[in-house]
């Protein structure tokens, strides 16, 4: 079913191991969600030439009891075919928004916080309004929160998509374009879309260090977003090769 068009395909066992382990997962996380078994990590970001502390990322993690953690490539997939990415994208704002607020309360110096938004979350009309609201009642700055959205989600709806970005960046939440390079890429889109950052996917800045085009790609990327007076954010920086 996974593969396009009409297809044969001969069954082996590690098949039923795998689509029980998948059918499992979906069904238990709407419980996970309610009870909250999902927690952030948050992963730091630094500007390029100062090595200054910018801001981070939220990244979700799933701490199962009795299962230690389950890898997001496992359950955000099941989320999505489900739909419980929406109350689960609603669990990971409401989590940054409290940490975000904990972190005031104990006076330190907040950052911004990067999320993850799904494309089903954006065809919601009042999505901007519940991100409002949020803040609000946490005593956040909307300026906090800054939206990540895949250029696939964006492009699949891109007058809804424009839209709400348009909404939610006049509240003050800034937007980056997840994972460019990877989907379609368009000049079009970028001029339509009003992001603040492009995001390079992290399979090109991990290669870098021994791959020209790679590089070139990379460089490509950083010189496209300076012209057009978006900042750029590369994923999976993780080794001194590439922070060079």
Request: net charge neutral; aromatic share 8%; glycine share 8%.
């Amino acid at each position: 079913k996974q593969q396009a068009g009409a297809a044969a395909v001969a069954f082996r066992p590690g098949m039923a191991a795998g689509a029980s382990g998948l059918l499992e997962i979906e069904q238990a996380l709407a419980a996970a969600i309610e009870r909250e078994e999902f927690q952030l990590d948050y992963q730091p970001k630094f500007e390029a030439g100062t090595r200054r502390l910018a801001g981070f990322e939220a990244l979700v993690r799933w701490q199962r009891p009795g299962r230690g953690r389950v890898s997001p490539a496992d359950f955000i997939p099941a989320a999505e075919r489900t739909g419980q990415i929406v109350p689960l994208g609603a669990l990971i704002l409401r989590q940054a928004a409290q940490q975000l607020r904990a972190w005031q309360q104990q006076g330190l110096a907040v950052m911004p916080v990067a999320v993850n938004v799904s494309p089903l979350q954006f065809e919601d009309t009042g999505f901007a309004d519940w991100v409002l609201g949020l803040v609000r009642a946490h005593g956040v700055d909307p300026s906090l929160i800054e939206v990540e959205i895949t250029e696939t989600a964006a492009v699949s709806s891109l007058r809804e998509a424009s839209a709400l970005i348009g909404s939610l960046r006049r509240l003050g939440c800034a937007f980056a374009l997840d994972d460019f390079g990877r989907g379609m890429s368009s000049f079009m889109y970028l001029k339509q879309l009003p992001v603040d950052y492009l995001k390079i996917d992290g399979e090109f800045v991990r290669c870098m260090a021994d791959d020209t085009v790679s590089r070139a790609m990379v460089k490509a990327i950083y010189a496209l977003g300076r012209a057009l007076g978006l900042a750029t954010i590369a994923e999976c920086v993780e080794t001194a090769d590439v922070r060079r």
